[in-house]
């Protein structure tokens, strides 16, 4: 007998009338108590199956259950045996994640390759007709990050980047939830600093992604296809340095520890702050200079300003001035809120009864079965991934920065201009 490959979007779209013989159909597809039928299930295809695809996406395809994970691609020969070993039964190897994009029974394309390639794949996904969860940082610039919202639009498609903290009790008691409201009520004035900083908790990476300067060109492994893994980055001569986990120290692939806890932190400040729809219009950092033209290294504080003043702050530990102790987390004009959530004036927690609670949010899975916009989709992931590629930027510059954040630009400003919109290494393009 034929195995039997039922995928959601098919079982949605077959009819009864076109079934010409008795079949003995398998209890899994037929669903019921204890089984999960295919039209229930949503099956993902993951290119990028290193250190965040392996732990995050890869699935395990258990027996008697559907399987979910039905493709994984990879540049790396290790690397994809890895996840087919870890996958197992129902699962395909890919080394070229095109030819991903022509399955037909397949859902949901998990992008989780280093970040230069976000864009280029979760693009093509999208006019493929696939759903897509992609990792964080979304974007490597802000005009990758404007092409691809452009194109999740425009294809109708549903794009969650993997950061849940605006969800989840990142902060501590559903708190993204309750600093929206506190924000909302007005409780604290405006306009409003929000510290991001070591002393509270937010550990930014900078010496463990920071980049080398001393590689010495090395051989490629047979097992790694480096041209791929380039794709539209620059040809740079190969180091082990560049791959695998340690790419975000280069300005070319991630953003250093801005590119990879950037997203995490400063999504749900984005969303309590109301800035989902918008970016700072003012960016400034305190960083070494003049900043190595490869590597990504340390820095000390980096300011965004919005129109309105609330103000986002960066302090890394890492260089520099460590931030005085005892700092509030948010501060405004008439009350604070502090680490444990102990605010001043006392109890303002406890004052937002009336105040109504934000729209609920909708997850990943939800939003491809309903086909509601998730809570972190393209649109908000984007302008969230703004606030890293600005603070990158920045640093890189030296200097103050203006920003447009309805033209999404630096008006008059070519330099910054040239990272917001960075060229890729032909063919590649957006």
């Known amino acids: 007998m034929p195995s039997l490959k039922v995928s959601r979007r098919r079982f949605l779209t077959t009819t009864a009338g076109s079934v010409a013989a008795f079949t003995i159909v ?5 669903g019921g108590p204890g089984y999960t039928p295919p039209s229930e299930t949503l099956t ?5 199956t290193g250190g965040m695809g392996m732990a995050g996406h890869v699935t395990v395809n258990e027996d008697g259950k559907p399987p979910v994970t039905l493709a ?16 197992g039964r129902s699962c395909e190897a890919y080394a070229d994640w095109r030819k991903v994009l022509d399955r037909k029974d397949i859902d949901t394309i998990h992008v989780a390759t280093p970040p230069h390639w976000h864009a280029l794949i979760a693009i093509a996904a999208a006019q493929c007709g696939f759903d897509v969860l992609c990792e964080k940082p979304l974007t490597r ?6 092409a691809l919202a452009a194109a999740v639009h425009r294809y109708g498609r549903i794009l969650q980047v993997n950061t849940h903290f605006r969800f989840e009790n990142y902060y501590g008691f559903g708190a993204s939830k309750m600093l929206r409201k506190l924000v909302d009520s007005g409780l604290l004035g405006k306009p409003l600093t929000v510290r991001v900083s070591r002393d509270l908790g937010f550990d930014w990476k900078l010496k463990m992604w920071s980049g080398r300067t001393d590689l010495k060109p090395e051989g490629v492994p047979g097992e790694l ?27 070319d692939y991630d953003g250093g520890g801005l590119g990879d806890m950037g997203m995490h932190y400063l999504d749900p400040v984005q969303y309590f702050l109301g800035k989902d729809d918008t970016s700072p219009v003012e960016i400034s950092a305190v960083a070494p200079w003049p900043a190595h033209p490869d590597a990504a290294g340390l820095w000390d504080e980096v300011r965004l300003k919005y129109a309105d ?21 948010i ?9 444990n959530y102990r605010t001043e004036p006392a109890g303002l927690f406890d004052k937002l009864d009336a105040v109504p609670d934000p729209r609920p949010l909708v997850n990943f899975e939800t939003a491809v079965r309903t086909r509601r916009q998730p809570g972190g989709n393209v649109d908000v992931a984007h302008r969230s991934c703004t606030l890293v590629n600005l603070a990158a930027m920045a640093v890189r510059l030296g200097r103050t920065i203006k920003y ?27």
């Not at 993902?44 to 990028?48: C, D, E, K, P, T």
């Not at 994984?72 to 996958?87: N, Q, R, W, Y």
């Open 26 to 30: 398998p209890r899994h597809v037929l």
């Open 44 to 48: 993902r295809a993951v290119i990028g």
């Open 72 to 87: 994984v691609c990879d540049v790396d020969e290790k690397h994809l045996a890895e996840a087919m070993k870890k996958s």
């Open 141 to 146: 610039t802000i005009g990758e990050g404007v």
């Open 225 to 251: 296809n480096y041209d791929m893994w380039l794709g539209p980055a620059p040809v740079k001569p190969y180091h082990p340095h560049r791959v695998h986990q340690s790419f975000r120290g280069y300005w």
């Open 309 to 329: 003043g609330d103000t986002i702050l960066l302090k890394s530990g890492e260089w520099g001035a460590d931030d005085k102790p005892g700092q509030p987390f």
């Open 331 to 339: 501060e405004g004009p008439k009350g604070k809120v502090f680490a």
């Open 404 to 430: 447009d954040p309805v033209k999404q630009v630096c008006e008059g400003d070519e330099e910054a201009n040239r990272i917001v919109r960075q060229p890729m290494r032909a063919p590649w393009h957006v």
